[in-house]
């Protein structure tokens, strides 16, 4: 064992210096070249992200270690006018790519130079509790401190890193950065179906509301927490970016707006897409391209799926494109056709995810809350230019390969069959819902887990008697207002939910909302097995009860996005179930090698003591849900 560590080890150091030759190669012919001020910014080639921060011991082979400083300062993102005010891990938006092979230890050092406390949330990634970074794994860093986190490196994936306190501002103002954890042995079962490595990108999407001279414009959670006496915004713009997320004006690809990448034709490409956004959903078509995903979240699937392009607006088949809510990623395969010379577009499209429209009376209070029509609608953004170079080599068109590799390193696992989803002890309830708007716009969303008057068994017998009424209207009322939930400020250690290490469990997410939410758990990947969207009907309007279930592929995941419901408040929901696993094994005794001595797998409590880590978030990634407390933890316990 140790010996092969040893030779993959070698190959991967040549395989990156392979690849650091052809990115330069790329850069000096072309790579992303943007506009006019291409010049002004080294870092407007992805490829030349930072590697000259990130470093490799050579007495210590299987350690990678990187120096992340956060600091305000001010870059030209957009094509025109004066740079934006951000706040950046050195300087970048986003944040220096990190990239580590399995087996790796990964350090990376913070030194907070900001105004305000941070840190550092490893999004996705399988970890110690007191290397989460979330704000109840860890305490703030403070201004002018600093914090070293180290952890080693158990699967390959696409994750990213960001701050996990004010998360909402942190973020948007530019701490993001891509963190690619790769395993030589997939990427040379790829390279074998025509997927290599030099044609690798990663892509790290995000948008930003900008103002006047390209600035930030205020954020709603700041004025309601720091300023409510002299806010700028209106009820009805602070009700904007709170109920629908905050969405920006101006799409970033790897912090540039409408950047350009020149591709060879007839080469497979491999992108590795992430949506760093507050709000915004991401869905992606290249006209005229299929793009394949081949992984996601918690790495490669089993086999590709296939993405039509879209071509049709608006477009509601969501199978159409490439789909990413807020912290989802992707990795996708497509080939570049067309002729030497021709230009394609990257495109933004639209998704149908339950916006809301807001009203005001006469004197600006807000009135309440409406459908959106325009939701789902909204006109396609060219996001990025593709310019086609060069001759196909293989004269032949690739197809995608029917089974994907994994390695033995990190093999996809179903752990879906081992858990009874009718066995309502073994679920971690969940309930997302918010409160009603209030006329200066506030409105509180919440990630409740008290199952208060049996609140998950209401909601199991009123679906069952759905399923089974046959078209028949279902009487009775279930959910918020009558069933209101404790809030995250209202959970404390004996209402939290808890699982033991070991536990195969699975969450039972049950959304309240007529909005799509992106569910994000952290420290351990969980598996999708359905969803149920569930309508008691309506017997004055005549509407049947209805019940429908989704299924899903094989997959792990960190994030996934709960259907919003499809009728009435509290005569219809849905309910989603994922399979988790609290197993540690893989962080106490890696087959790979050495771990941390003292690693803290297990994580109790609502507030942590220094030194000692508090348990395990889960939440809703629109950040400004997640901020004004959807949200909410679980303890472990041994
Ligand atoms: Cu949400």
Sequence with gaps: ???????????????????????????????????????????????????????????????????????????????????????????????????????????????????????????????????????????????????????????????????HFRTNEQVDLGMAGPLVFRDPEEDDMLEILGIYREM???????????????????????????????????????????????????????????????????????????????????????????????????????????????????????GNGILLSPAERADVVFVPSGAHGDKLYLEWHDIARGRHSIFTDEFGNVTGLGDDEFDGQRPPIEIMRIKLVGHDPHGEAWSPPSVLPRSTHSPLVDIRDSVDVTEPDDALPVFFGHTPLAPDGRVRFFAAVQNRDGLLVAIRAKTAAAASAGGAVVGGMVGPPPFMPRPFPAVNDSSALSAKIGDTRYWEVINFTGAVHPFHAHGFFF???????????????????????????????????????????????????????FDDNARAASPLGLVRSDQEMTAVGKVPAPGAPGGWVFHCHISEHGDQGMMSYFNLSP
């Design 1 to 163: 064992m140790k010996k092969d560590s040893l030779t993959s080890s070698r190959l991967v150091r040549v395989t990156r210096r392979k690849f650091l030759i052809n990115s330069a190669m790329a850069l000096a012919g072309a790579g992303i070249i943007g506009s006019a001020d291409a010049g002004r910014r080294s870092h407007r080639n992805p490829s030349s992200w930072d590697h000259h921060r990130q470093h490799r011991m050579p007495h210590r082979p299987r350690v990678v270690e990187v120096y992340l400083v956060a600091a305000e300062t001010y870059l030209s993102l957009r094509k025109d006018g004066p740079p934006t005010r951000v706040w950046a891990f050195n300087g970048q938006v986003p944040g220096p790519r990190i990239e580590a092979n399995v087996g790796d230890t990964l350090i990376v050092h913070l030194s907070n130079q900001l105004p305000v406390e941070t840190s550092i949330h490893w999004h996705g990634v399988e970890l110690p509790a007191d290397m989460d970074g979330s704000n109840l794994s860890q305490l703030g860093v403070q201004p002018g401190e600093t914090f070293t986190y180290e952890f080693k490196v158990l699967n390959a994936a696409t994750h990213w890193y960001h701050p």
């Design 200 to 318: 690798e990108m990663t892509l790290m999407l995000d948008d930003m509301l900008l103002g006047k001279k390209n600035q930030p414009r205020a954020f709603a959670t700041e004025e309601l927490e720091l300023d409510p006496g002299s806010r700028t915004l209106t009820p009805s713009a602070i009700s904007e970016q709170v109920m629908n997320g905050r969405e920006g004006n101006v799409i970033l690809v790897n912090g540039h707006e409408m950047p350009t990448v020149k591709l060879r034709r007839g080469i497979p490409q491999r992108w590795r897409i992430i949506n760093v956004a507050n709000g915004r959903f991401m869905r992606l078509s290249i006209p005229g391209h299929t793009i394949y995903r081949i992984g996601g979240d918690g790495g490669l699937l089993n086999e590709p799926i296939a993405a039509p392009p879209i071509e049709t607006f608006p477009d509601s088949n969501p």
């Design 527 to 581: 598996q999708p097995i359905e969803t149920l969207i569930v309508n008691l009907g309506d017997a004055a309007s005549g509407t049947p009860s209805s019940i429908k279930t989704i299924s899903y592929p094989l997959e792990n995941k960190d994030t996934i996005r709960l259907p919003g419901r499809p009728g009435a408040l509290g005569r219809s929901w849905t309910i989603t179930r994922l399979a988790v696993q």
